[in-house]
């Protein structure tokens, strides 16, 4: 199996990077360590404006992509030319401006001097080329054409002109204030969403991954298509803290694909369950690619009731993976691993089980009504700990330290709500003391160094993503254009409202062929979510429509993300294996139209127990059918007409027009009473 690095260079989702050295290598990891020391001290003390740090998180995103990423692909990848040393630079320097001229610019708010329109203008520049080279050209393109509207619109033909904006009121709207670039995007971006990937990445290099793969072996290993249903699990677990399906892809895959290449699944096959498994990352909380948190602050609701909401849907996806696997591997008879390749799931569970006090204290903690960034700090905190006292107490052989660590690991926790951050903070010094003067403690210093280094790294997409989608935010919320496109689905919608909601999940598909969820989501949510609320969609469920849908796109080709990352480990046609992921994922496609005729699957509207339990019952029995009629095998071989006959079963259970539950129900009971009775023939003849 190849190694992990040499994948990766394979297929980089963000862009060719340079690979440093010397003083420019020392260079970017201090600016890397600088980016997530500035975020944890905004985290834990919260020191300046909400003005000023979002500000000064663009700066930080700006200076690490001029410094990682070329200008061409083409570019020298050893080392930072000139320009770029002065790019980084100036939109480092200018994201200062906020802060030093904070009373003047709120004393002059829309009344911009020639120096704010200067800066700011040149800030939107900087943002737009740093985008470019981190995620191409789709979304700049994207963004262009809205900023376009903004200062040419007032050309077009009713509706879709407007009465015309000078340049000095779209550089102030886009820059200046908090409803473009520095709006609610990168405001999330800037606390809640860096903490979590910080998490991921603290929880990574502790070992993380690798628990995962022990408990999904154990577990499933020695099952009928084991090695595809541990891909499933282990994915499913990764998705608990990482927010990047494609990242996903890149790691877990490393081993799964292989070890389901070895047990007789084919290279497609391999790539497209890895790919599936893996984009459902996105919608597994506590995390669900960042998109929660802004759909949290957009909504004004709490955090917790979007965990709430994609808990069952997120459960059937997974469910539906889960069930085409066990399909496909029945069809090819293919059986589980052998049982002396499969550990014990209690005892890796005995050996690491520290590695879930985080996520467990985490998950408790937004349930118990903290907030996100409390949450994330605590989680992070407590990340750091286990870290650096499992690596103390691994190098001292007196129990009486390691019973010492974990009774003040117990007090720390405690005191943590009593006296606030300074009580971690105390034991984190003490801690990284003792780590200087046992033997090997350095090395856990690294690993934590590295945790910083690499969460800063991975929250540039993310960040680049958010800040220059806020582009789109400023001129809607300037314009009001978003009203228009509104109003022809709410026309629509009038007619049918299926039509309005395949009308948004096609616009949905296709900005997600160019760009990645978070914009997805943020651009749709603020054009068609609303109308879907017109119509009577209720507002997380309408969120979410438009959420799960931008995630489909990373599946679905010609432009499938996850797609050409699993084939670059599995050595296979990415189109081929991004059609076979769509068919495994069919259920990302049916679970939104049910919630939004039954809010009940989403925990929305005036839901009742007896009425969550039927929809999910119904939801699993379409899945059943519908895994039948994609493989083609349920117990036995499946004919062209009962392939038919099952579809229709389950778009009848999909549907929600009266009777159509009942004649689903009858059909897929007859539809086993046959199948049974044919499985049984057969094996009398």
Known sequence: MSSPNTQVEEFQEHGAQRTLSGIALKILIAAALAFSTYQLIVAAFHPLSSLTIRSLHVGFLLMLTFLIYPAFKSGKLTSVVWYDWLLAATGFGLSFYHWIFEGDLIQRSGDPSSADLVVGAIMIVLV???????????????????????????????????????????????????????????????????????????????????????????????????????????????????????ANVLTVGQFTIPLMKRFGYSSVFAGAVEATASMGGQIMPPVMGAVAFIMAETLNVPYVDIVKAAVIPATLYYVTAFWMVHLEAGRMGLVGLPKDQCPSPLKALKENWYLLLPLAALVGMLFHGFTPMF????????????????????????????????????????????????????????????????????????????????????????????????????????????????????????????????????????????????????????????????LGVPLIVSHMFVFYFGIMADLTPPVALAAFAAASI????????GVKATQIAIAGFVIPYMAVYAPALMLQGEWTVVAVVYIVGKALLAIALWG???????????????????????????????????????????????????????ALV
């Open 128 to 246: 737009f080329e740093a985008t470019r080279r981190m995620l191409g050209w789709a979304l700049p393109i994207v963004c262009g054409t809205f900023l376009l509207y903004g200062l040419f619109g007032q050309y077009l033909p009713l509706p879709l002109g407007h009465r015309g904006y000078g340049f000095d009121q779209i550089v102030s709207q886009l820059f200046l204030g908090t409803e473009g670039i520095l709006g609610i995007p990168i405001m999330v971006s800037a606390t809640y969403i860096f903490l979590f990937i910080l998490f991921g990445a603290f929880l990574e290099h502790a070992g993380m991954i690798k628990l995962f793969n022990a408990i999904a072996l154990g577990l499933v290993g020695q099952a009928k298509g084991g090695p595809a249903k541990v891909a499933i699990i282990s994915s499913g677990f990764m998705g608990t803290i990482s927010g990047s399906g494609v």
């Open 375 to 534: 949450a994330g700090l605590t989680g992070l905190a407590l990340t750091a700990i286990l870290i650096l006292g499992a690596a103390v107490a691994a190098r001292v052989s007196s129990m009486a330290f390691r019973y010492v660590f974990w009774v003040g690991l117990g007090l720390a926790a405690a005191t943590f709500f009593e006296f606030g951050i300074y009580a971690i903070l105390a034991v984190i010094a003490l801690l990284v003391l003792a780590c200087f003067l046992v033997k090997g403690g350095r090395d856990t210093l690294r690993t934590i160094r590295a945790s910083l280094i690499d969460g800063a790294k991975q929250a540039l997409p993310v960040g680049m993503a958010c800040a220059i989608v806020g582009v789109i935010i400023g001129v809607l919320t300037l314009t009001g254009a978003a009203s228009s496109f509104a109003g022809f689905i709410l026309t629509v919608g009038d007619k049918s409202l299926f039509l309005s909601l395949f009308l948004t999940m096609i616009v949905c598909l296709i900005l997600g062929m160019g760009i990645p969820t978070i914009p997805n989501y943020i651009i749709t949510s603020s054009i068609a979510a609303p109308a879907l609320l017109s």
């Open 570 to 577: 599995a050595k296979a046609s990415p189109m081929r294996i």
């Open 628 to 682: 039948a009629t994609a493989v083609g095998y349920l117990l036995a071989p499946l004919k062209i007409h009962e392939r038919v006959f099952t579809a229709v079963a389950a778009m009848m259970l999909v549907a929600a027009v009266p009777l159509t539950d009942q004649i689903g129900f009858a059909m897929a009971l007859a539809f086993m009473i046959w199948h049974v009775w044919q499985k049984r023939r057969l």
